[in-house]
T-cell receptor
């Protein structure tokens, strides 16, 4: 089964609203990463949070990590139509990255 | 830097044919990864190399799949013979440092086996 599982599977919001995506995982990790994938393109790294960090910011992105609950969340503030994409969490466990199934975000103008 | 380069971008072939996918990692990156993405199984790691040496090929589905990295700037993923269930998007990614570092993905090769 997947190490990381995103929730929800799909999310549709209006431009300007915030988008929150969650990721749960099963085993202890060294770090957790979030990636974005636009339709028909490769994945693009967004942010990495280490196991000893609780929160990290990058521009309009905010990532939290709760190792006790084995979960992470990605918040995109003031969303734009260009944020429409699939978002994946990836956990580093056992020496390789394991990707979740992704959350498909649609931001309507 | 041009980023990770993959070729071809699209490949359509008939069942039983040999398929070779190519990847040029970012210069200076010492890790190279091959992934396969399908709707059913998501993104799966097939194999990864460190300094041109295969480290973990446990994700390679069958003996029909093989990967090589003859030098630091080139890798191939070969499927022989190809089957319809191999249809997927194949990504190459590279990174520096360790496996834990951020990975840079290529644009992918969309493979269709008829």
């Amino acid at each position: 089964s997947q190490q990381g599982e995103e929730d929800p599977q799909a999310l549709s919001i209006q431009e300007g609203e915030n988008a929150t995506m969650n990721c749960s995982y099963k085993t202890s990790i060294n770090n957790l990463q979030w990636y974005r994938q636009n339709s028909g393109r490769g994945l693009v790294h967004l942010i990495l949070i280490r196991s000893n960090e609780r929160e990290k910011h990058s521009g309009r992105l905010r990532v939290t990590l709760d190792t006790s609950k084995k979960s992470s969340s990605l918040l995109i503030t003031a969303s734009r139509a260009a944020d429409t994409a699939s978002y994946f969490c990836a956990t580093d466990a056992g020496g390789k990255l394991i990707f979740g199934q992704g959350t498909e975000l649609s931001v309507k103008p | 830097d041009a980023g990770v380069i993959q070729s071809p971008r699209h490949e359509v072939t008939e069942m039983g044919q040999e398929v070779t996918l190519r990847c040029k990692p970012i210069s200076g990156h010492d890790y190279l990864f091959w992934y396969r993405q399908t709707m059913m199984r998501g993104l799966e790691l097939l194999i990864y190399f460190n300094n041109n040496v295969p480290i973990d090929d446990s994700g390679m589905p069958e003996d029909r799949f093989s990967a090589k990295m003859p030098n630091a700037s080139f890798s191939t993923l070969k499927i022989q013979p190809s089957e319809p269930r191999d249809s997927a998007v194949y990504f190459c990614a590279s990174s520096s440092g360790t496996v834990s570092y951020e990975q840079y993905f290529g644009p992918g090769t969309r493979l269709t086996v008829t």
